[in-house]
């Protein structure tokens, strides 16, 4: 069976307030646990969640899914089986204070009761960790079984603390076949049926892709069509898309997807993959992220992975963020996708990368030695007198250049931070270090 949040048969309204200007989507919520499908490893028979749902037994758990999965679905078919008191409560359009005292009064409640309280708390992401903390002895003692629901990653955007006491439920994204079957399902149903259109099978599929495993976007889009299309109108893909004229990219540029993708870009280039580079790029850029930060990554991406292998890879990248700062978006986008292609085509090096690292290791694990006095500068006497700059070699007074003279703490003497990557133009780098190296040392003096 294709997954889907909505089985086909009849949606189960009852003890729903679900007035009939209510939207598609809400009136076509699944009212119990056999309506849900798609959700099998999740809510199937004998799973955790499903067998805590039934004995009424349910720990405070986090659901974390992309929007139109199913967690408020989950939550009211919830509401409907368990015999504690269940409270909706959505953190986008109250604040922590009335989740205070409604927690407060589930506490007096079942101090005197022993009834039990839910509460299912909407984007629970909104409220920042300090403001989460109000959650956890409420949740400690039992006064509450919480249910948080949420659209970004927890790790994130959840109290540690909390976290620590709640059970991470991970919501997948509908397939596309499910959406259709969703659809599908929508047509005989109010207002669509009784708008007289014709929606092709080839419509359905267009606006189930186009939802991206929203089943209520794609829900919202159908209604939209309802509402707008003449009254027997075949809906071909062309007039649906005129209707919606334009998707709404899932993107939030302070939130997981705008660290996912920028993730993706990065890795992507990393590993030469040039359409996966210009893909995630468009996705970005179509969601709304700041052009701006997209090339401030990569110029990073031009030297941390590119470095010398193709020192112009950096020029590239800063002549882009220039060019993207000066011009501004949508042509901003054509700059990007040239520099994005330039890097991921690139040969690759992280030689500079490795070496800062080693460097930053050795710093932070060493014993901080001082500058060696033979290349300290000597303004002053007194400095000339404490042997400031004593031995120092001028190098433009010596054959090649060289001298046989070390920069590095004595402690230090030999160590190598920098090791070339035989990639590019590195590789001429590579010669020409292994010179110096071998002329400095045929340049000591013999013990």
Known sequence: MSGSLFDLGAPDTRSRKSADDAPLAERMRPGSLDQIVGLESIIGPGSMLRTAIEKDQLPSIILWGPPGSGKTTLGF????????????????????????????????????????????????????????????????RGDITLIGATTENPSFEVNSALLSRCRVVVLPKLETESVEAILRRALGTEPIASSGIDVPAETIRFLATLSAGDARQGLGMLESIAGTAKKGEIVTVERAGEIIQRRSLRHDRSGDSHYQLISAIHKSIRNSDVDATVYWLARMLEGGEDPMYVARRLVRAASEDIGLADPLALQLAVAAKDAVHFIGMPEGGVVLTQLAIYLAQA????????????????????????????????????MKELGYGKGYEYAHDHEDRITSMTCLPESLEGTEFYEPVLEGAEEEIARRLARIRKLKEEKKPQR
Do not use: C
């Open 77 to 140: 078919v919830i509401a409907k089986q368990t015999r504690a008191r269940f409270i909706p409560y959505s953190a986008a359009t109250s604040g922590i204070k009335e989740a205070r005292e409604i927690m407060e009064g589930s506490k007096k409640l079942r101090e005197k009761t022993g009834q039990r309280t839910i509460l299912f708390v909407d984007e629970i992401h909104r409220f920042n960790r300090a403001q989460q903390d109000a959650f956890l002895p409420y949740v400690e």
């Open 347 to 382: 040969p690759k090096s992280n030689s500079a990368y490795t070496a800062w690292e080693k460097a930053r290791q050795q710093i932070r694990s060493g014993d901080d030695p001082p500058v060696p006095l033979h290349i300290r500068t000597a303004p002053t006497a007194l």
